[in-house]
């Protein structure tokens, strides 16, 4: 079975700084696709970015980069230069070819931004 | 415009009776989800159809039925609901492929009394 925890309930971090969101997951299989969703206060969910197990280069898009640690089954989520509209719930997910489609969800991070 | 969309926007009922949630894309994506989502922000997936086809049916009470007319269309009948059906549920879409995302539609929150 699949199981993706995020430990953080909730960070507070001042606009402009860098925040990171941690992330681990557990799987058997060899092969995994780890995705990071936002949901914003209006209910919206909206993917922001993924990694492929097999690669070992840690992806980045836009002011949102990742810290794929394979050995530590870790997926952290960096976040540049935070604005006061990155306030919102994060979810890491994990999806197992081998258990179909579908996406394993994480507790969720609730990131403040201030002033 | 094409996005994944979800009717109705909130629903409020009473222990027993029936509902129904619509959801249809327009993304031309051939996989479609339900996931509820409880108070506490928590997400499951309850079903995965695969061109109208059932392929992920999680452990959900028999209360639950998805229903596709078509790879565009997932809607969701729940029969007799009970209190703890309340929660919000939410349709998402994606293409075939394990690398792809999901999109998510706005969510149908459903009010149990």
């Known amino acids: 079975a699949q199981k993706v925890t995020q430990t953080q309930t909730s960070i507070s971090v001042m606009e402009k700084t860098t925040v990171t969101m941690d992330c681990v997951y557990e799987?058997?299989?060899?092969?995994?696709?780890l995705f990071w969703y936002k949901q914003t206060a209006s209910g919206e969910i909206v993917f922001l970015i993924r990694?492929?197990?097999?690669?070992?280069e840690n992806a980045t898009v836009g002011h949102y980069s990742l810290n794929f640690q394979k050995p530590k089954s870790s997926i952290g989520l960096i976040i540049t230069a935070t604005q006061i509209e990155d306030s919102a719930v994060y979810f890491c997910?994990?999806?197992?070819?081998?258990?179909?489609?579908?996406?394993?969800f994480g507790q969720g991070t609730i990131l403040k931004v201030y002033l | 415009e094409t996005a994944v969309f979800q009717t109705p926007n909130y629903h409020v009922t009473q222990v027993g009776n029936e509902v129904s949630f619509n959801c249809k894309q327009t993304?031309?994506?051939?996989?479609m989800y339900w996931y509820k989502q409880d108070s506490k922000k928590l997400l499951k997936i309850m079903f995965s159809?695969?061109?109208?086809?059932?392929?992920v049916n999680e452990t959900v009470p028999r209360r639950f039925s998805p229903q596709s007319s078509d790879k565009a269309h997932l809607n969701l009948r729940i029969k007799s609901v009970e209190p703890e059906d309340s929660a919000v549920y939410l349709c998402?879409?994606?293409?075939?492929?394990?690398?792809?995302?999901?999109?998510f539609g706005p969510g149908t929150r459903l009010t149990v009394l």
């Open positions: 993304l031309g994506h051939d996989t």
């Open positions: 159809y695969n061109n109208k086809q059932l392929i």
């Open positions: 997910a994990m999806r197992v070819p081998s258990s179909g489609q579908k996406l394993v």
């Open positions: 799987t058997q299989d060899s092969s995994y696709f």
């Open positions: 998402a879409s994606s293409s075939t492929g394990n690398y792809a995302e999901q999109f």
């Open positions: 990694q492929d197990s097999y690669k070992k």
